[in-house]
């Protein structure tokens, strides 16, 4: 196939429900232009040592490369350096003109204080056009369970994180927040992201008791086992 604009596509996914979504935008925008496409993701740790999970990712990153003609899977592990540093490289290896990767919707005054991985590549890669994508607002729900994505915070509390639906100086993180359906109480999912990771946590009577991943399917299967 002939590349006819000479555009290079490159999506940056790291392990979550995000993933899938990054990688089907940017199949759109390189098939459109008859561009190749490249998938990259990056961990600090060496290959070997990557749980059950990640692996699983990976393998459906690597099938979905392998079933298009113009798609490549890179990864980058044992990698020590910035993400944004791996990605400006990679871009520079393989002549990419538009970098694909997912974000939180962050404020603009905490992006110019903070910097972010946005900035960086700004800098480090300035002939290259970003699309940021951020987190869903829509989340896999066969059986009706969740009702439509809203906009919420998480704030410190203790140990735990309170969640809220008011952004004030004590957010901790933005994203969007899943309320099962046919309860009065703030009982659901909160999906958001934790620096470049798609995270998705139980929320309990709005309350958070750990940022730890949870599988929609498996969150589906315990409601039903308490009813």
């Not at 890179?74 to 990698?79: L, P």
């Not at 896999?140 to 809220?164: V, W």
């Amino acid at each position: 196939m002939n590349n006819l604009y000479n555009e290079s596509i490159l999506v940056c996914v790291y392990y979550g429900p995000n993933g899938e979504r990054l990688i089907k935008r940017g199949c759109k925008i390189a098939n459109m232009l008859q561009a190749p496409l490249y998938i990259l993701t990056i961990d600090p740790k060496p290959f070997d040592e990557l749980d059950a999970e990640k692996v699983f990712y990976i393998e459906q990153w690597k099938q979905f490369a392998n079933s298009h003609e113009s798609a490549q899977f890179i990864i980058k592990d044992n990698e020590s350096r910035p993400i944004s540093k791996v990605i400006a490289e990679v871009a520079r290896e393989q002549n990419i003109t538009q970098i694909i990767l997912g974000q939180t919707a962050h404020s603009r005054w905490e992006q110019i204080t903070r910097g972010s991985i946005i900035n960086s590549l700004v800098r480090d890669v300035p002939f290259v056009d970003l699309h940021i994508i951020s987190v869903a607002r829509y989340i896999r729900d066969e059986e009706g369970i969740y009702e439509k994505g809203i906009r919420a915070y998480l704030m410190k509390d203790g140990d735990k994180y309170q969640l809220s639906f008011n952004h004030d100086k004590d957010t901790v993180y933005e994203g969007i927040f899943f309320k099962e359906v046919d309860t009065d109480f703030d009982n659901g999912i909160f999906r958001f992201m934790k620096d470049a990771e798609t995270l998705q946590v139980l929320v309990d009577d709005g309350i958070v008791t750990e940022l730890k991943n949870v599988d929609i399917q498996a969150a589906m299967n315990l409601g039903s086992a308490e009813e």
